[in-house]
């Protein structure tokens, strides 16, 4: 058992082991820094296989549809990924998105807020 999860089961379990409950994990964020995509993909898909594996060890259940992940990169690179490059949490493939809503914010993958500052406009 590794030190989270000693951690989650002193703070949590002692205060409900008596109880029948869900628990939601709200948000988590992972990020992996590299220039090469595919070495950025495997080490995604090996660090969810371990989340993974203690979340149905902890009973605790991650909606892969709305899991997401996207690539954060200049605007004058891109990012080209092979078919066989994919995203998986247990058998779930996870989709590939350009922006994402986070902390309130709409995040583009170029970090330009372009896609924020256009939902906010259509807002006034």
Known sequence: MNAFQTSF???IWCHLRL?????YVDDLVI???HQDPV????TLN???SRIHDW???NLISIHTKK????????????VTLKQEDK????????????TIRYLGLLIDSCVTFKAHFNHLQNRL
């Open 9 to 11: 089961n002193v703070n």
């Open 19 to 23: 109880a029948l409950f869900l628990l």
């Open 31 to 33: 990020n992996f820094q």
């Open 39 to 42: 070495i950025i993909i495997k």
């Open 46 to 48: 090996r660090t969810l």
């Open 55 to 57: 979340s149905l060890a």
């Open 67 to 78: 899991t997401v992940f996207m690539f954060l990169r200049k605007s004058r690179d891109s």
């Open 87 to 98: 995203v998986f949490i247990g058998n779930e493939e996870i989709t590939r998105v350009i």
